[in-house]
């Protein structure tokens, strides 16, 4: 029985929010306790561990999402390829422990902090969330994960109360992930069967991993090795921090947008497992205008209120931020494609090649950009890189999409979004101009953006937005006449 894509959806977001929710509400207080330098430190260090958990788990979540999808209605088939991915996670990542501790544990001026930072390569063992999203069963990820997170909330404020508190720092965000996954195993037994050892084929499952492990290696080369070239080519950890903290925020747009995108990946690769055409062209064409509906007037109201939300939510010392928010704002929209026609569809439907050559190529263009810009421009330069890495990568896959939408076909979904977006923007930009900087003010300038943007979408009565509150309606009418039946 298919669980309900909205409900997934919902579920799915509040997972992923919950990932990115933390450093958001935190980002205030922490600016102001330890400093741009520190965060630097905390963004140049994450960004080196963030490559041995890269190598540790392969390609293992994508791949063991969409396996455990192909086999949602065989408990026997599902419950022997989960122990055979986890076995394997479990001896990569350990090779991965011991490399790391040799390499960065033992000394050097971040060495305790490495050290920390170990715990988060443990807890990556521990990680089955591809599990239940390859199940659609999303809303376990969730309780638990929120109980997990709100106590490292209280934490942060409780302990951290100095710059040379950053250690504690690192011990609550790498212990929140350890209990967090370590959590989900509790709910194995309900979905998964006992297996024999001896019946566990682990090889059969290493090339469709590694061809999955080198796009995820690109990937990472433009989202986590920016950092580490800033700090590199500019010595200056400072301007990590900025980096670190804009990315903060696009990464939680990014969330939001592309949440619909996870659950679709099941959906799709379901689709796919039993031939049916329909479905998957349905499933890609909710989720452009998803896309579409969300990333455009993020994009917009990013690029409008930065110069007056950077200064009250990082605090002083943090002007660096504006520029960095105004000139990312746009990559949402590119990656939110992106995710569709790569993620979605070719890596769902076995086309793991096409998307390892478009991930490779954009990673390609990504280092030699930064090694050009970060030089002349800093930080800035390595968001310019990445903008291009991307859309380099949606270039090379919509040619191989074309089977399903053609370039003209995706472009018509997007067109009332961007006048609407366009005039959100104006508007928002004008008010911005003459508000001063406060909270209420920012608030304010949403609030006003949100409405300007529905309206011309009901103006240019787009059909998308009528489709949902329609399933929204109807939802409600349906709970509301089964309470009435009992």
């Not at 029985?1 to 207080?29: C, E, G, H, R, V």
């Not at 937005?465 to 329609?470: N, P």
Request: aromatic share 14%; net charge positive.
């Amino acid at each position: 029985m298919k669980k309900s894509i909205a409900k997934n959806y919902i579920y799915n977001l509040i997972y992923q929010m919950l990932t990115i929710l933390l450093p958001l509400i935190t980002t205030p207080y922490l600016s102001r306790v330890l400093g741009a330098e520190n965060i630097g430190i905390y963004g140049y260090t994450i960004s080196i561990v963030t490559y041995f958990i890269l190598f540790g788990t392969l390609g293992v979540s994508m791949y063991g999402q969409r396996e455990i999808a192909y086999l949602q209605d065989d408990k026997q088939k599902r419950s022997k390829a989960f122990w055979e991915i986890v076995f394997i996670r479990f001896i990569t990542l350990s090779i991965s422990i011991i490399l790391f501790f040799l390499i960065y544990g033992r000394d050097g001026d971040y060495a305790i902090y490495y050290r920390i930072l170990i715990i988060q390569l443990i807890a990556n063992i521990f990680d089955i969330s591809w599990l239940f999203q390859g199940i659609e069963e999303f809303d376990k990820t969730v309780i638990r994960n929120l109980i997990v997170k709100f106590l490292s909330l209280v934490l942060i404020f409780v302990m951290i109360k100095t710059p040379d508190d950053l250690w504690k720092y690192f011990v609550i965000y790498v212990g929140a992930e350890l209990i967090g996954n370590v959590s989900l195993w509790l709910y194995i037994p309900k979905y998964l069967e006992k297996v024999k050892i001896k019946s566990l084929q682990l090889k059969k499952h290493l090339r469709p991993i590694l061809s999955l492990f080198v796009p995820q290696i690109a990937v990472q080369i433009y989202t986590v090795l920016d950092k580490t070239m800033i700090g590199k080519i500019t010595g200056d950890m400072t301007e990590v921090g900025y980096y670190e903290q804009a990315q903060k925020i696009i990464k939680a747009a990014l969330i939001i947008v592309t949440a619909l995108q996870t659950v679709m990946n099941s959906r799709v690769a379901n689709a796919y497992a039993k031939n049916d055409k329909k479905e998957i062209k349905d499933c890609l064409e909710k989720s452009f205008n998803f896309t579409f509906l969300l990333s455009i007037p993020m994009a917009f109201g990013i690029m409008a209120i930065a110069t007056k939300f950077v200064p009250w939510y990082y605090g002083e010392g943090f002007d660096g931020v504006i520029p960095l928010l105004i000139s990312t704002a746009p990559i949402l929209i590119v990656i939110g494609l992106s995710g569709i026609t790569g993620t979605q569809y070719l890596v769902q439907i076995g086309k793991q090649k096409v998307y390892t050559i478009s991930v490779a190529v954009g990673a390609g263009v990504n280092v030699i950009l930064n090694l050009i810009l970060i030089n002349y421009f800093n930080a800035v330069g390595a968001v310019i890189a990445s903008i291009f890495a991307e859309i380099t990568v949606l270039g090379i896959q919509l040619k191989y999409f074309k089977e399903q939408f053609t370039v003209w076909e995706i472009l018509k979904l997007s067109v009332k979004c961007f006048i609407s977006g366009i005039v959100m923007f104006a508007v928002v930009a004008i008010l911005t101009r003459f508000m001063p900087v406060s909270i209420l003010n920012t608030i304010i300038e949403v609030i006003v953006g949100g409405i300007v943007y529905v309206l011309m979408l009901i103006i240019l009565k787009y059909k998308f937005l009528y489709d949902i509150y329609g399933q929204v309606i109807n939802s409600i009418k349906n709970k509301f006449k089964k309470e009435i039946k009992i």
